[in-house]
């Protein structure tokens, strides 16, 4: 599927995939996850294949978990089965790139946040499933998973809408507000879109609340210590969703200032842990 292959590596993501705070012998089956991810998520995000053509290859990513298939699906298949782990992450994941391809407008957060939990929440519980952490901490993964597909729609509104046609916006909003899906691909927002991603970025902070001590509920330390500097890294990209417009300007993270933040992050998640001992 080269013909697919935007070239982007699990380094090139808005938020830490399987980074070196990750005990080595687990990175390897989140990184064939996210290979398996990768893959998937460019199919949908062609801009230039049919509909057709997309859910086709879908398809055979989807065969390759079972038997035959695409080569990135198959190893994942072989990685759930030697670890035990639910297939069922998978299967969501390319049910929601199924939803890229077919949905391209969405009713009210509700909608789109059943979205996030089968293009996020999956990811995460994945992860959890690797390291054998109790499922009693799904709620706060999920609800962090979610607050991170949020920002990543609300950041790249104005590329998915040029480039995919898709808003993730919820379309009622725009409406009320006098607007429609065409303010996503101006130069600037106008004042009522600035105010609609401000309140959804606002929405999204009611989530990070709710995640907030997710890492205290991960027994593995080094999970958790990348947990939490995830969890700091959306609490800032929500706050400059608030104050930026990312029609206009960078809400991105440089290299730098996710190194500041996640430094941050580690500090006080030590202090934190040192604490309840």
Same mark, same amino acid.
């Given at each position: 599927?080269?013909?697919?292959?935007?070239?982007?590596?699990?380094?090139?993501?808005?938020?830490?995939?399987?980074?070196?705070?990750?005990?080595?012998?687990?990175?390897?089956?989140?990184?064939?996850?996210?290979?398996?991810?990768?893959?998937?998520?460019?199919?949908?995000?062609?801009?230039?294949?049919?509909?057709?053509?997309?859910?086709?290859?879908?398809?055979?990513?989807?065969?390759?978990?079972?038997?035959?298939?695409?080569?990135?699906?198959?190893?994942?298949?072989?990685?759930?089965?030697?670890?035990?782990?639910?297939?069922?992450?998978?299967?969501?994941?390319?049910?929601? $790139? *199924?939803? =890229? !391809?077919?949905?391209?407008?969405? #009713?009210? @957060?509700?909608?789109?946040? %059943?979205? /996030?939990?089968?293009?996020?929440?999956?990811?995460?519980? $994945? *992860?959890? =499933? !690797?390291?054998?952490?109790?499922? #009693?901490? @799904?709620?706060?993964?999920? %609800?962090? /998973?979610?607050?991170?597909?949020?920002?990543?729609?609300?950041?790249?509104?104005?590329?998915?809408?040029?480039?995919?046609?898709?808003?993730?916006?919820?379309?009622?909003?725009?409406?009320?507000?006098?607007?429609?899906?065409?303010?996503?691909?101006?130069?600037?927002?106008?004042?009522?879109?600035?105010?609609?991603?401000?309140?959804?970025?606002?929405?999204?902070?009611?989530?990070?609340?709710?995640?907030?001590?997710?890492?205290?509920?991960?027994?593995?330390?080094?999970?958790?210590?990348?947990?939490?500097?995830?969890?700091?890294?959306?609490?800032?990209?929500?706050?400059?969703?608030?104050?930026?417009?990312?029609?206009?300007?960078?809400?991105?993270?440089?290299?730098?200032?996710?190194?500041?933040?996640?430094?941050?992050?580690?500090?006080?998640?030590?202090?934190?842990?040192?604490?309840?001992?």
């Amino acid at each position: 599927m080269t013909e697919f292959d935007s070239g982007k590596g699990h380094t090139d993501e808005n938020f830490p995939v399987a980074s070196w705070l990750i005990r080595p012998e687990l990175r390897a089956p989140i990184l064939t996850f996210y290979r398996f991810a990768r893959a998937a998520d460019d199919i949908a995000d062609h801009e230039t294949a049919s509909a057709e053509t997309k859910l086709a290859q879908l398809a055979w990513m989807r065969s390759g978990l079972d038997g035959e298939g695409a080569p990135e699906a198959m190893a994942l298949g072989r990685v759930q089965r030697e670890r035990g782990i639910d297939p069922a992450h998978a299967n969501e994941l390319l049910d929601a $790139f *199924v939803q =890229d !391809v077919t949905k391209h407008r969405y #009713a009210d @957060w509700d909608d789109l946040i %059943a979205y /996030c939990r089968l293009s996020a929440m999956p990811v995460g519980r $994945f *992860v959890l =499933d !690797v390291h054998g952490e109790d499922r #009693a901490t @799904w709620p706060a993964n999920d %609800a962090l /998973c979610g607050a991170l597909q949020v920002i990543n729609h609300l950041q790249d509104c104005k590329k998915d809408y040029l480039n995919l046609g898709r808003a993730y916006i919820p379309q009622p909003l725009l409406e009320r507000s006098g607007l429609t899906v065409g303010a996503l691909g101006g130069d600037r927002a106008p004042p009522a879109l600035r105010q609609i991603i401000a309140d959804l970025a606002r929405q999204t902070q009611g989530l990070l609340r709710q995640s907030k001590g997710f890492a205290r509920q991960i027994r593995d330390p080094r999970l958790a210590a990348e947990v939490a500097v995830i969890q700091r890294l959306a609490e800032n990209l929500c706050r400059g969703l608030i104050e930026r417009d990312p029609l206009r300007d960078q809400v991105h993270h440089s290299k730098t200032r996710a190194a500041l933040l996640a430094g941050g992050a580690l500090v006080s998640h030590a202090f934190t842990r040192l604490a309840r001992r």
